[in-house]
C-alpha cells in the first residue's frame, strides 16, 4: 500500500531510476549505515577494555590460535573480534547504546527485528544477541503503538 501511494506521488515527476549493483552504490550505502557507524564510534568511546573483564570473552582470548576460537582475533586496535565484528562484553550500558542507536536514531526509525539484527550483526557480535535484539524491539512503545493502530479496520487512524 506504501509502494503505491508513492508511485501514484511519483509519477508526475520527470526522472530516472538507475540501479547500481552491490559495491558500486557507496552513495546509499554509507547513507544507510550511517547510524550503525556513529554506534561503533560510541562503543569505542565507552572503553572496550571492558572485554577484559568479561569471563567468557576471556575464555575466547585464551584460546586464540585454536581451531576452538579460529573465527576470532584480536586487531591491531586491541580489541577482540569475531569475523571482523567488534565483540561486546557482557555490559547493559554498552549493549543498551547499541540497541538504542540501531532503533531509535535519526537514520534509522524504528526498524522491525530482523532488519535490526541483521544491521547490527554487520559490526556487532555477542552472545544471545539475536534474543536481546528480539526483547529490546518488543518493548518499544513507539512500535507497539504503530502496530496497534496499524491492525484497526482499514488500517487508517481513528
Not at 102 to 130: A, C, N, Q, V
Request: charged fraction near 30%; hydrophobic fraction near 40%; charge should be positive.
Amino acid at each position: 500500500m506504501r509502494q503505491r501511494q508513492w508511485m501514484e506521488f511519483l509519477k508526475d515527476f520527470d526522472f530516472e531510476l538507475l540501479y547500481h549493483r552491490g559495491k558500486a552504490n557507496v552513495v546509499v550505502d554509507g547513507l544507510s549505515r550511517k547510524a550503525i557507524h556513529a554506534s561503533h564510534m560510541m562503543v569505542k568511546e565507552l572503553d572496550l577494555e571492558r572485554q577484559l573483564s568479561d569471563p567468557k570473552l576471556q575464555r575466547i582470548v585464551a584460546l586464540l590460535g585454536t581451531e576452538k576460537a579460529k573465527d576470532f582475533m584480536i586487531g591491531g586496535d586491541w580489541v577482540l573480534r569475531f569475523r571482523d565484528r567488534v565483540c561486546i562484553p557482557k555490559d547493559l550500558e554498552v549493549k543498551g547504546m547499541i540497541l538504542e542507536k540501531g532503533h531509535k536514531s535519526h537514520f534509522r526509525m524504528h526498524p522491525d527485528m530482523t532488519k535490526m539484527y541483521h544491521d547490527l550483526k554487520e559490526s556487532f557480535w555477542w552472545l544471545s544477541m539475536k534474543q536481546d535484539v528480539a526483547r529490546y524491539v518488543s518493548s518499544c512503545l513507539t512500535c507497539e503503538k504503530a502496530k496497534t493502530e496499524h491492525q484497526r479496520p482499514g488500517g487508517m487512524l481513528q
